[in-house]
């Protein structure tokens, strides 16, 4: 069983790196608030990434974008993402981002801020949506497409189960060791985006495959 989809997934969505924010955007909340929070961020989490996994060829098939140029672009994100991730930041991080800003207005206003910016684009952005199209174009037989689609419950899972414990969390790992694990998943992610695009590459120009054999 290829475990290469769900341990990129992780290592992009990265819920522990997304506690802070959590914990910044849920201040003032009472715990039924937080609860809320947390249900609609890990089920919006498992419907950007099944639906993704469902639709994200048709739609490529409808802009007529050739996978193979779809897998350079994402492994390019993928790997712009790594190394936000390198430097301790979320695989979606936007510096000076707007977005963070309209997120704590409305939770200023008291509406949920659980789909954005905590779903999108903190856990699932363009490198968590490309990635899914990529390996969903791989599931060949309906038992593989509906692995991809138990990968979108790992995923819920992991965000409800960070998001749920995110003070004990944070008070266990602090700052260090968020930033500690962040940085292990980029180095993972790095490795992960060079290959997505080698395939890409080769596929685009195959002379690439014969000029430069794999070792």
Same mark, same amino acid.
């Given at each position: $069983?290829?475990?290469?989809?769900?341990?990129?997934?992780?290592?992009?969505?990265?819920?522990? @790196?997304?506690?802070?924010?959590?914990?910044?955007? =849920?201040? %003032?909340?009472?715990?039924? +608030?937080?609860? +809320?929070?947390?249900?609609?961020?890990?089920?919006?989490? #498992?419907?950007?990434?099944?639906? !993704?996994?469902?639709?994200?060829? +048709? &739609?490529?098939? #409808?802009?007529?974008?050739?996978?193979?140029?779809?897998?350079?672009? %994402?492994?390019?994100?993928?790997?712009?993402?790594?190394?936000?991730?390198?430097?301790?930041?979320?695989?979606?991080?936007?510096?000076?981002?707007? =977005?963070?800003?309209?997120?704590?207005?409305? @939770?200023?206003?008291?509406?949920?801020?659980?789909?954005?910016?905590?779903?999108?684009?903190?856990?699932?952005?363009? @490198? @968590?949506?490309?990635?899914?199209?990529?390996? /969903?174009? +791989?599931?060949?037989?309906?038992?593989?497409?509906?692995?991809?689609?138990?990968?979108?419950?790992?995923?819920?899972?992991?965000?409800?189960? !960070?998001?749920?414990?995110?003070?004990?969390?944070?008070?266990?790992? %602090?700052?260090?060791?968020?930033? &500690?694990?962040?940085?292990?998943?980029?180095?993972?992610?790095?490795?992960? /985006?060079?290959? &997505? $695009?080698?395939? %890409?590459?080769?596929?685009?120009?195959?002379?690439?495959? =014969?000029?430069?054999?794999?070792?």
């Amino acid at each position: $069983m290829d475990l290469k989809p769900l341990i990129s997934l992780l290592a992009i969505v990265n819920p522990l @790196a997304i506690v802070p924010f959590f914990i910044h955007y =849920t201040q %003032g909340f009472n715990e039924e +608030q937080k609860r +809320q929070t947390v249900r609609t961020a890990a089920i919006s989490t #498992f419907f950007v990434i099944s639906g !993704c996994a469902l639709l994200g060829l +048709q &739609v490529l098939s #409808f802009f007529n974008i050739s996978l193979q140029s779809f897998q350079v672009g %994402g492994g390019m994100l993928l790997l712009i993402s790594a190394l936000n991730m390198l430097n301790a930041r979320p695989a979606e991080d936007k510096p000076n981002s707007a =977005t963070f800003e309209a997120g704590a207005e409305k @939770a200023a206003m008291g509406n949920s801020i659980a789909v954005v910016p905590l779903t999108i684009p903190l856990l699932t952005g363009p @490198a @968590a949506m490309s990635t899914v199209v990529i390996y /969903a174009n +791989q599931a060949h037989t309906i038992w593989q497409h509906i692995v991809l689609l138990g990968y979108g419950v790992v995923l819920a899972g992991a965000v409800w189960i !960070c998001f749920s414990l995110a003070e004990p969390i944070s008070r266990v790992l %602090g700052k260090t060791g968020i930033n &500690v694990m962040t940085r292990l998943f980029g180095l993972i992610l790095a490795a992960l /985006a060079v290959e &997505v $695009m080698a395939v %890409g590459l080769t596929r685009l120009f195959p002379i690439l495959a =014969t000029r430069y054999p794999p070792l």
